[in-house]
């Protein structure tokens, strides 16, 4: 009976479906690009704080303390470190700006959910009321 | 002819909510293009057997295999994708939006909007006149045509209907399962599940019994439905 009811357009989608079911399984549809997204944040925070704080106290210190006489090397080595630390406080922001955005969509979809679940035995109740006065 | 790999096979399912168990060892099959009627008593676990085939409830132990391949694991929104879809027990709907904004809520698998609306309203023209209607405002039957409207915009693969007849008027209740038909004869694969197997009977190709979490009996229709009513009646089930 169900041989002659799939036809070419409905074996042509259980294929497709077999195919995208069997990806899922692999990945077991857990591919979440929100997590990987904050992730990332958090690890480039993490570089971002160290290249700072290694670059602008750690170095910094070293270059005041040797006291070379080579003044000419000791700018460009101290320019150079600046340089560096500013790099590091944009990848602390770049890696903020990633964590936020994915771990707060997150939240906010579980917000927008109750929010559609409160309203709905709201309206049920209205509804409810309504029908009861008539 | 070749035996078919079932597009939603169960084997040996066992499946429950914290501790306790639902379903005790749920096996069956559904082959391409087949219409399988799951009939069965309030708690039976028929809507539990649909939330484990839609990825809602991990089983713990047996295997759910869809087109050949187990999904114990796979989420829900991912099957959806996909094209499992699921039309679940009372609305599966928001009756705060709008007819239109309902079927906006559909675009999620990239299908347009406009496609959507057509598909909708000539399927259902009752909607066409009511789109801009709460959808809470509109009656069960209306509600339950809106629900079904997702099953013919998206182009699922396998269709799942939770007790479409519930609460309402038979005549609705003939026109609801007159879209399954149509919906079956276009070779799409459905699982349906009921109460009472009078609805299903024109539509369903195999029918099965569900009792305590297990599958009693699988057979013609007909002779399922003779049986669940002799067994509703209080004659039961002979082992
Ligand atoms: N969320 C839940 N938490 C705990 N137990 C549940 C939950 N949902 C269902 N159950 C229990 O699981 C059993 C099977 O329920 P299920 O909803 O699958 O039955 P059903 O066959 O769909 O019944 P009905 O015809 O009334 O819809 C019932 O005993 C029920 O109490
Ligand atoms: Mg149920």
Redesign the interface.
Known sequence: MSDDKTNAAGQKRLDEFAEEVKDLNVSGGLANPERTGSIVGIVLMVIGTIATVFYSIVKQGDLSASGTDDQLHELIQATNNTWFAIWGLALIVIGAALWIRNSLTRYLRYWLIRMIYEDRANTDRLIEALRDRD | ?DE??P?LEFLGVRAGYGSIDVLHGVDFAI????VYALLGPNGAGKTTTLGVAS?QITPSAGSVM??????N???P???A???VCLVPEGRGI???LTVNDNLRMFTFDGTSFSDIKERAFSQFPRLAERRSQ?A??LSGGEQQMLSMSRALAT?P??LMLDELSMGLAPLIVAELYERVAEL?????SILIVEQFAQSVLGVA?TAAIMLHGSIQRVGDPAVIAEELTAAYLGAGFDE
């Open positions: 002819m078919q790999v597009v082959a391409p293009g087949q990825g869809i087109m050949g391949t187990e999904i694991h796979v989420r929104d991912a099957l994708r996909a094209g928001f009756p705060n709460l809470g405002t182009n693969a396998l079956a004869d276009s070779g799409l190709d």
